[in-house]
């Protein structure tokens, strides 16, 4: 959410630990390096994490939520554990690991739904 509690949408390849989830930001190409889900971060650290697994069978669907409160990972030994986790997890950042912030969510909270017949 940004500053006004407006919620703001950005997909993201993250890894979990736990009760955490982290992303990087990379080099995919970005208008700025002035982004704006960093600012919100910032102002408003209260943030949702929605996974979702869609299929045609409709009994494969499910989601999984995670709301927790976002940081940017400052210490460099916590910062190198969470990409390598990333990398464990993506190929791409073997080869090319994120020069970018590293953000920590503290989930409080995780909920989810599964089709159930």
């Known amino acids: 959410m940004d500053g006004q509690g407006a919620p703001h949408l950005v997909p993201v390849v993250f890894a979990v630990a736990d009760d955490m989830i982290a992303f990087a930001v990379d080099d995919k190409p970005k208008r700025t390096t002035d982004l704006r889900r960093l600012r919100n971060i910032a ?6 994490v929605l996974v979702d697994h869609y299929a045609d069978d409709w009994r494969r669907l499910w989601w999984a939520r995670a709301d927790g409160t ?3 990972v400052e210490d460099d030994t916590t910062r ?14 073997v080869e090319r690991r994120p020069a970018g912030p590293v953000v920590a969510i503290t989930v409080a909270r995780w909920s989810g739904w599964a089709y159930d017949d």
């Not at 102002?43 to 949702?48: E, F, G, I, M, T």
């Not at 554990?81 to 997890?89: E, G, I, K, P, T």
């Open 43 to 48: 102002s408003n650290n209260q943030v949702c």
């Open 70 to 72: 976002a940081a940017l």
């Open 80 to 93: 190198g554990q969470w990409l390598d986790r990333l990398a464990a997890r993506y190929d791409q950042y």
